[in-house]
C-alpha cells in the first residue's frame, strides 16, 4: 500500500503529463502541417527524406533562443517558443510515423525471408521500441520545457531513426538478392 507521499506524487506527475498533454495538443492544433498527410501532394508510397542531423539540431538548439532574448522583446520570446516547439513537435510526429512505416515494411520482408538471424531482430526491435520511447518522451517534454529541454533525446533519436532506416535498407538488399539468386537458372 503506498503512503499520502506517494499518492501526492503521482497525482502531481499525472497532472504534470495533462498539463504538457494539453499543450502540445493545442501547439499542434494551431499548426497546419501537424498531420501525416503533410506536406500536401505527396503520392501514396513515397517517402520523406530524413531531416540532416543539422537540421535536427538547430530545432533543438537554445542559439536561436538566446539571440531572440537579447531583442528584449517578451512578445517576440513568446511567438519564437511557440513556433519553435510546433517545429519540434511536428518532426517528432514525423519520425514517430516514418519509423512505423520503416518497421512494417520490415515485417513485411521478415516474412519472406527464408534465414532470420535472432539476434538481429531483438536489436532492431529494441531500437525501435528505444524511439518509440523517445518520441514519447519528447512529446510531453516539449510541452513541459520547450524545444530545447529535450535536445539530447531529439540527437539520439535521430540517429536511431537514421541507424533504423539503414539497416533495414541493408535487409531489404540483402532479401531482394537472395530472392533474385533463388530465382536464377539452376
Given amino acids: 500500500m503506498i503512503g499520502t507521499t506517494g499518492a501526492l506524487l503521482a497525482a502531481a506527475a499525472l497532472a504534470l503529463l495533462l498539463i504538457a498533454w494539453i499543450r502540445v495538443d493545442k501547439a499542434l492544433r494551431a499548426w497546419p502541417f501537424g498531420s501525416e498527410d503533410w506536406p500536401p501532394g505527396l503520392e501514396e508510397g513515397t517517402e520523406l527524406e530524413a531531416c540532416p542531423p543539422e537540421f535536427v539540431a538547430q530545432i533543438f538548439s537554445s542559439g ?19 513556433e519553435r516547439n510546433g517545429v519540434a513537435l511536428v518532426w517528432v510526429q514525423q ?50 520545457a520547450g524545444a530545447q529541454g529535450v535536445r539530447g533525446v531529439a540527437l539520439y533519436a535521430d540517429w536511431l531513426t537514421q541507424r533504423i532506416g539503414q539497416v533495414a535498407r541493408e535487409f531489404d538488399a540483402g532479401l531482394r538478392a537472395q530472392e533474385m539468386k533463388g530465382a536464377g537458372p539452376s
Avoid: K, P, W
Fill in 64 to 82: 536561436d533562443l538566446a539571440y531572440v532574448g537579447r531583442l528584449n522583446s517578451r512578445e517576440l520570446q513568446r511567438r519564437f517558443r511557440h
Fill in 95 to 144: 519520425t514517430s510515423a516514418a519509423v512505423q512505416r520503416i518497421m512494417r515494411r520490415h515485417v513485411e520482408a521478415s516474412r519472406r525471408s527464408r534465414d532470420i538471424e535472432f539476434m538481429t531482430e531483438a536489436r532492431i526491435f529494441l531500437q525501435y521500441a528505444q524511439l518509440r520511447a523517445a518520441c514519447a518522451l519528447m512529446f510531453v517534454g516539449i510541452g513541459l
